[in-house]
């Protein structure tokens, strides 16, 4: 079969009728729309036929190889690509050297998405939920009523954190605050973490370790960033499996942060 049949196209069609009939065929058998194994399989091919076809110079050089009858005049392939060639049916219908990973393995991709579309909506819920709870943080009076010092030593030095339990929870800090200290804790209302806190009787206010600080924030920034990619219908499916990956990891990183 040759990309212009994967595409139900004449061999003269106009780049025009090319984008129209992809455009049609990938909103039919995209996998957000059909769980139909065959037209997730579809699916891949018409997309690396397009992508010849779309290329006037690739194009050219593949209608070089088509002789009458529409059949494709291949070269002799090596054996482990006549074994792939053999394994994926609509997915290798073409010349390997234009088979994209996910097309290679449609079926292994198909369930991987499956698989990892549920997380990648966990994390914008999360994301989301963090940056309204962020915003929707106030500041209140706490008493201190225990206190628990780690020193932690590096090659660069050493420095101390202290968990400092109160009426209303617990925050880090890198200073010491004494037991009965009152102090003025910027608390968030969903997840109940410290955004900042300064002892009543002292302006300045001291940095407290928890999600919401420095760095810290790139974790589920990035991971905003990630999910939202890997939702995107218009990116490439290799790249939807990178980015979704690289979403996953980071939602381990950034729910690791908020428990520890």
Not at 54 to 70: K, W
Not at 223 to 233: E, K, Q
């Amino acid at each position: 079969m040759t990309h212009y049949q994967v595409l139900e196209l004449p061999e003269n069609a106009s780049l025009a009728e090319i984008r129209r009939s992809y455009r049609r065929l990938v909103f039919i058998t995209h996998p957000d729309r059909t769980p139909d194994p065959q037209a997730h399989a579809r699916y891949f091919a018409i997309n690396a036929a397009y992508e010849v076809l779309s290329d006037p110079s690739r194009r050219v050089a593949y209608d070089a190889n088509i002789q009458p009858g529409s059949k494709l005049a291949r070269p002799a392939w090596p054996e482990r690509a006549r074994e792939v060639a053999r394994s994926t049916a609509w997915a290798t219908r073409f010349e390997p050297a234009h088979v994209p990973f996910t097309v290679r393995h449609a079926k292994a991709y198909a369930w991987t998405m499956r698989l990892l579309r549920p997380l990648l909506l966990v994390s914008l819920l999360l994301c989301a939920s963090l940056t309204l709870d962020y915003f929707l943080a106030s500041e209140n009076t706490e008493t201190v009523v225990r206190n628990e010092t780690t020193y932690i030593y590096t090659d660069q030095g050493s420095y101390q954190k202290t968990v400092h339990e109160t009426d209303r929870g617990t925050f880090t800090l890198y200073n010491d605050l004494p037991n009965g200290a009152r102090v003025v804790v910027r608390r968030t209302p969903l997840l109940g973490i410290a955004v900042s806190a300064r002892p009543s009787y002292y302006q300045r206010e001291y940095p407290i370790s928890s999600i919401y600080e420095g760095k810290k924030k790139l974790l589920w920034l990035g991971l905003l960033l990630m999910a939202a990619l890997g939702l995107t219908p218009q990116l490439k499916n290799d790249y939807r499996l990178v980015v979704s990956v690289a979403a996953v990891l980071l939602l381990v990183l950034t729910a690791f942060q908020i428990l520890l």
